[in-house]
């Protein structure tokens, strides 16, 4: 039987901090948060939501190989991309293949079959950047732009941008997931660097911080306040936390927020976090057009966030039972 955890008599009184630990030992919604955390599976939800005007990085199942040796004009799976040589399709595997077919066409079967390997056709435009991911990992990519490898990042340790180290990341990441969810690797399409990044905490429903930040080395970030219009326009307006970050040794990021896009932002955070007492939702903002990031319940994995008054704040409206009364 699964243990049940019962918020405590001193609740109210919990720091944010605490209140996010209990939430994660619960065991409440267990099954349904860990479908909304994987960064995978959050994207056969956003497929099915159709929300308008919001964007996500689609899923890429078929790239061209980074190391192509061979002559053939070719898609592989990106799974077998993350696999070491020994399992690559090598020269010597195509000549002997050759040798036991008759016609090109009874080669791309042979090779769709055995391999998942497509033929690049006029009609199949490859593409071009995209990012290899772990569905609950932090921080963990590989970018590759037009076929060749630039970033590859796990948590804080970085590989250099070769090849075969597309390996020692795939191990290095696979080593370190302690979580009960099944690990998977998959491939989206890049949207971007140094993007500006929106940040709802919910709580019971309703978006009451945000936090926007440029993803970048440099921490600049601002958090806001959030306060619904007391009119029927279902509005928000923004109060500025003064000098008080999230992330340590943050500098204050100066500069105006789009009130449209908050607006626009709060709307879709809403339908997630319709579901849970807590949950945070990231966006990004690029080009005129809003991004889906993901959806956690752990911040800052529960340590590398300093919460203060802006935790203050949140543990204020995180009660024992939900309201509905508006400040």
């Given amino acids: 039987m699964v243990k049940v955890y019962k918020k405590t008599a001193d609740w109210e009184v919990k720091t944010f901090a605490s209140k996010l630990k209990w939430f994660r030992d619960a065991k409440t919604n267990t099954e349904l948060k860990n479908i909304y955390a994987d960064k995978y599976k959050i994207k056969l939800i956003l497929e099915e939501l159709n929300l308008d005007g919001l ?14 040796n061979h002559n053939l004009n070719v898609l592989v799976p990106i ?3 993350l696999k070491s040589k020994e399992f690559q399709l090598t020269q010597e595997k195509i ?19 055995k391999y998942d390997i497509l033929p ?27 076929n060749k490898i630039v970033k590859i990042i796990a948590g804080t340790k970085s590989f250099d941008c070769q090849y075969k180290n597309l390996f020692l990341w795939k191990k290095h990441v696979l080593q370190k997931y302690i979580k009960n969810i099944p690990p998977k ?39 806001f306040k959030m306060y ?16 008080s970050f999230l992330i340590p040794k943050s500098k204050p990021l100066k500069r105006n927020v789009n009130n449209i896009v908050v607006n626009k932002i709060c709307d879709y955070a809403k339908v997630f976090a319709a579901k849970f007492e807590f949950i ?33 704040y949140l543990s204020s409206y995180w009660t024992r039972e939900p309201t509905h009364q508006e400040t």
Avoid at 120 to 143: A, Q, R, S
């Fill in 280 to 312: 945070r939702v990231d966006f990004y903002y690029r080009n005129n057009n809003i991004y889906f990031s993901e959806c956690t319940f752990k911040p800052g994995a529960l340590k590398k966030i300093t919460w203060g008054v802006i935790g203050d």
């Fill in 120 to 146: 690049l056709t006029d009609d199949i435009t490859p593409c071009k950047k995209y990012v290899y991911k772990l569905n609950l990992g932090w921080n963990t990519m590989v970018f590759v732009i037009n």
């Fill in 95 to 113: 000549d002997k293949i050759i040798s036991e077919v008759s016609t090109p066409e009874e080669l791309w079967k042979v090779l769709k079959k």
């Fill in 185 to 223: 690797i998959f491939a989206e399409e890049f949207i971007g660097y140094n993007m500006e990044v929106f940040e709802v905490y919910c709580i019971y429903g309703e978006p009451r911080v945000l936090s926007v930040y440029y993803e970048s080395d440099v921490s600049y970030e601002a958090n």
């Fill in 79 to 81: 799974e077998r991309q």
């Fill in 228 to 243: 619904r219009s007391k009119s029927h326009d279902n509005t928000y307006s923004l109060e500025l936390f003064e000098n």
């Fill in 55 to 68: 964007h996500y990085a689609k899923i890429v199942t078929h790239v061209k190989p980074i190391q192509q």
